[in-house]
């Protein structure tokens, strides 16, 4: 490998130089800080710097958006604390998607076979109602369908179908997603 020969020149994150560094030194800083609870003010943020956002998006602080105009997010959905949208290229969520803590939704990553170790570039995918869970990892052209589960701490390296539940390293189908037609509210039973 030659690291030396590493060249990305080609990469244009869509936006002028100035907005970006508006974004890193401005936006960027309030979207994470701890202090402002207000997801109605994250939600306004993101979309003076081109993101499209739908309605009632709950998003947590410690969220990190790379390029808020490379993002999509419909209706509803949640984006827990500490997420990181780390999109080169586009990222789209649906509607009613949860996105619990600490997931890292990556669209780079470099040609291992490239003896300059270059830059690629994707897409990630999050269909209508699907859930992916704390700590999980999503790597580029990866698109979850409708309804799909990627579980706790999975790394997921290819697309999910509908209602499939994924777990592990490399995630793989575990289960089919069932939902109930109501809710049901249990307390919690201790054992003794």
């Given at each position: 490998?030659?690291?030396?020969?590493?060249?990305?020149?080609?990469?244009?994150?869509?936006r002028?130089f100035?907005?970006?560094?508006?974004?890193?030194f401005?936006?960027?800083?309030?979207?994470?800080?701890?202090l402002?609870?207000?997801?109605?003010?994250?939600?306004?943020?993101?979309?003076?710097?081109?993101?499209?956002v739908?309605?009632?998006?709950?998003?947590?602080?410690?969220?990190r958006?790379k390029?808020?105009?490379?993002?999509?997010?419909?209706?509803?959905?949640?984006?827990?604390?500490?997420?990181?949208?780390?999109?080169?290229?586009?990222?789209?969520?649906?509607?009613?998607?949860c996105?619990?803590?600490?997931?890292?939704?990556?669209?780079?990553?470099?040609?291992?076979?490239?003896?300059?170790?270059?830059?690629?570039?994707?897409?990630?995918?999050?269909?209508?109602?699907?859930?992916?869970?704390?700590?999980?990892?999503?790597?580029?052209?990866?698109?979850?369908a409708?309804?799909?589960?990627?579980?706790?701490?999975?790394?997921?390296?290819?697309?999910?179908?509908?209602?499939?539940?994924?777990?592990?390293?490399?995630?793989?189908?575990?289960?089919?997603?069932?939902?109930?037609?109501?809710?049901?509210?249990?307390?919690?039973?201790?054992q003794?």
């Open positions: 490998m030659n690291l030396a020969a590493y060249d990305n020149s080609w990469y244009h994150p869509g002028p100035w907005i970006q560094a508006a974004w890193f401005v936006g960027l800083p309030l979207m994470r800080c701890q402002i609870p207000s997801s109605g003010f994250r939600r306004v943020l993101l979309r003076m710097f081109g993101a499209a739908g309605s009632g998006v709950v998003i947590k602080p410690g969220v958006v390029y808020p105009w490379r993002l999509r997010v419909g209706d509803h959905s949640w984006i827990g604390e500490d997420v990181w949208l780390d999109n080169l290229g586009d990222i789209e969520i649906g509607s009613n998607v996105i619990s803590q600490g997931a890292y939704l990556c669209t780079g990553n470099h040609d291992w076979s490239d003896p300059a170790f270059g830059l690629r570039t994707g897409f990630i995918r999050i269909k209508d109602g699907a859930w992916i869970g704390a700590k999980v990892v999503i790597c580029p052209d990866v698109c979850v409708e309804g799909a589960v990627a579980a706790a701490g999975s790394v997921v390296m290819r697309s999910i179908g509908e209602r499939e539940i994924w777990v592990g390293n490399p995630a793989a189908q575990w289960s089919v997603r069932r939902i109930r037609t109501e809710s049901i509210q249990e307390p919690c039973v201790q003794r």
